[in-house]
């Protein structure tokens, strides 16, 4: 009865090396069509504008870990928020390096505030984070469509960023309506009845939150303000020139990229594919497009190897602590 485990693990993990192959051939070819030594020219020019780039991934990592409290409403009150910070650097860290990792760092979060969260709210927290990123995705690439009309009248990357609006929003209600209505508690109690204890005290956690979180969704709106702040001081890095509605476009080329390659870890090699392909419609070449991509590499590193390592301090005192 239990020989299949194996075999299904077997099967994610090859197919989880398949996605990372893929996305290194994308990145692979993405550099060799955009000029490889086009882009060894303008990525020594970013080297100063890095410093600025890294500090803010930090301040949008603490948008999202304001948003985090405001779920938890006053259990968040509890929490310090040095605390809340450090387990979001680790879920970042962890999301960072995982395929379709939101599901990831948000376990990796609850585990680190299991000190403060109950297991049902835990998980409810965690439901109810990954709906609001897509929410805010979507209601902040509003914004980005009209920047991107306005700076580059492309039809092309307006119809993307509308398909991303409508597809993220769909997802994000759609979650948190199938974690709070009634029916669908009592429907998954009768089907798995096993489980309709977990789900109930789910289903109770998550009413807790309004169906549309205002404030969390706000803060993690925010959180991608200071994100396409950071993507236009890249993009003027390598070259590029900004204004309000070209650095929204450049934020919504990369909303677009982050759910294209969401099943790539880290989005490697797809960011950088759909940067080169939005290309013409930043008014730039491919290798400037490609670069842009390629120097946030760098503060994605950079975080997610401190969330990692600040997992495994983690670890490592609470083994001690246990021990």
């Known amino acids: 009865m239990q020989e299949p485990r194996p075999r299904r693990s077997a ?3 090859w197919a989880r090396v398949l996605v990372a192959l893929i996305g290194l051939g994308a990145l692979a070819w993405t550099i060799y069509d955009a000029g490889p030594d086009r882009i060894a020219e303008i990525l020594p ?5 890095i410093p600025l780039a ?3 991934e930090g301040v949008r990592i603490g948008f999202d870990a304001l948003a985090t409290r405001m779920v938890l409403g006053e259990r968040g009150r509890e929490i310090p928020f040095r605390s809340l910070y450090i387990a979001q650097v680790a879920g970042n860290g962890v999301m960072g390096v995982s395929p379709a990792g939101r599901s990831a760092s948000e376990a990796v979060k609850a585990m680190l505030l299991s000190g403060w969260v109950k297991p049902q709210v835990a998980i409810a927290m965690g439901a109810t984070n990954q709906a609001n ?4 995705s979507a209601l902040f690439s509003l914004l980005c469509l009209a920047g991107a009309h306005v700076a580059t009248g492309d039809l092309q990357l307006d119809i993307a960023i509308a398909i991303h609006f409508v597809v993220l929003l769909a997802s994000g209600v759609g979650m948190r309506v199938a974690a709070t209505h ?3 508690e009592r429907r998954l109690a009768r089907r798995f009845p096993a489980l309709a204890e977990r789900a109930r005290l789910f289903h109770e956690a998550s009413r807790d939150i309004p169906l549309l979180a205002i404030g969390p969704i706000a803060a993690m709106a925010m959180g991608r303000a200071v994100q396409t702040v950071q993507y236009a001081v890249m993009a003027y890095s390598v070259g590029i020139s900004m204004s309000v509605a070209a650095a929204l476009a450049v934020q919504g080329v990369n909303l677009v990229a982050a759910a294209v390659g969401v099943a790539t870890p880290g989005q490697l090699g797809t960011a950088e594919l759909v940067f080169r392909l939005a290309a013409d419609a930043l008014g730039t070449d491919p290798a400037n497009a490609t670069s842009i991509a390629l120097v ?3 503060p994605q590193f950079l975080w997610i190897g401190v969330g990692l390592l600040t ?4 670890r490592a005192r609470r083994n001690v602590g246990t021990g």
Request: zero cysteines.
């Open 133 to 136: 990123v897509l929410i805010s």
């Open 182 to 184: 009634p029916g669908i």
């Open 11 to 13: 099967w994610v993990f």
């Open 45 to 49: 020019r970013a080297a100063p504008w």
């Open 311 to 314: 997992l495994l301090v983690w």
């Open 296 to 298: 946030a590499r760098v």
């Open 54 to 56: 890294i500090a803010l």
